[in-house]
Structures are given as C-alpha cells and as structure tokens.
C-alpha cells in the first residue's frame, strides 16, 4: 500500500477531529496543571470512584487531563503524527470510534484490574493514543516508527515490543519491580484499537496481510 496519506500529517487537511482532540487535550490539560490542579482529581480514572459512586464519566475524562506538561507532549506529539494519517485513511467517525473506543477498553481492562485497589488513579490519553497507533499499524505495518526520535523500526515489530513490555511491565510491578506507569492502559487501548478497527473496516486485516506477504 502507498504511503501518501502521510501528507495529511502537517496540515490536519480534511483530518478535523484529530486537531479538535489535539486542542482540547492541551486546553483541558494545560488548564488543569497551572490553573486548576483539583481538576486533575476531580477528571481523573479513579477506579473506587467509578465502583462505589457510579461516577462513570470518568472512563472519558480522564483521557483529557495529565499529570505533568512532558506526559502531555509525549501523547500529543504522538497524536499529532499518527492521527491525521489514520483520520484520512478510515474517515472522520470511524477515527473516533476507535479513539473513544480504545480509551473506554484501556480503562474497562485497568477498572478490573484495580477494582479493589484503594486510592489508584490514573490519567492521561495514553490508552486511547495506544489504540490508534495500534489501528494505523493495520494499515502501514512497515512505516517507520522512531523511538526517541533516533531509531526507526517498522510499525508491527513496534507494535508486538509494545504488547511485550506491556505485559511484563504489568507482572514486573506487581512484585515492585516497575514503578506507576499504567501498562494496563496502554495494553487495553491497544487492544481494544486493533478489535474496533477490524469490526468497523474488515478489509484492514487484508490490507495488512499482504503487505506483510500473505
């Protein structure tokens, strides 16, 4: 499959959503941190929130705020070159389907996972930015992916390290090897973006086959 999609990248051309959830993470978010830090908690996926006082609406907010300006740029930097690629390859809604739908999966996975863990908190767009790249790598498995903007590798062999570390990161921190990152999140997300990709656009489990040589 031909690369040029990844000339909608820099000009957000016809990809409006992912400028809309670009600016509204950064405006939520930045309020937050220098404005208005009780928001972050209020906003916040707070498991025994969710459980005990059914305040559900924090499997969504709490994708649009972040605990600190460098976990922000990290998920936004990310957003801003994997999402218009994505928004111009499957459509405007169907890119929100799976942005929102791998968020809600990163937090159902990360709610059982802490269901009775007492004071566990999370934020961030993490789970939701996991599901697209993992739904972009259906569709350009050997575009390259550069990890701290040095070392390019192709998008599926980034994609099964992500799963990887993932889960042993998960293991790792239940015995206090890995400190507060939530894998669960990012392992959700990613899950729940490659099943909702596949339901919504079928064909992208084709397109990725032959292009890896099946």
């Known amino acids: 499959m031909k690369h040029h999609h990844l000339r909608y990248a820099p000009l957000f051309y016809d990809t409006p959503f992912t400028l809309f959830l670009l600016l509204i993470n950064v405006l939520v978010s930045g309020y937050a941190l220098y404005f208005d830090q009780a928001l972050i908690q209020k906003l916040s996926f707070t498991p025994k929130r969710i459980t005990e006082n059914k305040e559900w609406y924090r499997m969504i907010t709490g994708g649009f705020v972040h ?12 957003l ?10 499957i459509g405007s809604l169907f890119f929100l389907a799976v942005y929102f739908g791998a968020e809600l999966s990163a937090h159902a996975l990360t709610l059982w996972m802490h269901r009775d863990t007492p004071g566990y908190s999370a934020v961030g767009a993490s789970g939701a930015i996991s599901g ?16 701290f903007f040095a070392v390019g ?14 889960v042993m990161a998960m293991r790792k921190r239940e015995t206090g090897g890995i400190g507060r990152v939530a894998h669960e999140a990012h392992l959700g997300g990613a899950i729940g973006g490659l099943i909702i990709t596949l339901l919504l ?14």
Request: proline letters at 6%; a positive charge; aromatic letters at 22%.
């Open 201 to 214: 656009e079928p064909t992208a489990l084709g397109t990725f086959l032959r292009q890896i040589g099946f």
């Open 132 to 147: 697209l790249l993992f739904s972009f790598c259906l569709f350009h498995p050997f575009q390259r992916i550069y990890l």
């Open 67 to 78: 605990g600190s300006l460098g976990h922000l740029a990290f998920n936004m930097i990310t």
């Open 80 to 89: 801003f070159f994997f999402g218009p690629v994505l928004e111009a390859r």
């Open 153 to 166: 590798i192709p998008a599926w062999l980034f994609a099964l390290g992500f799963i990887v570390f993932s």
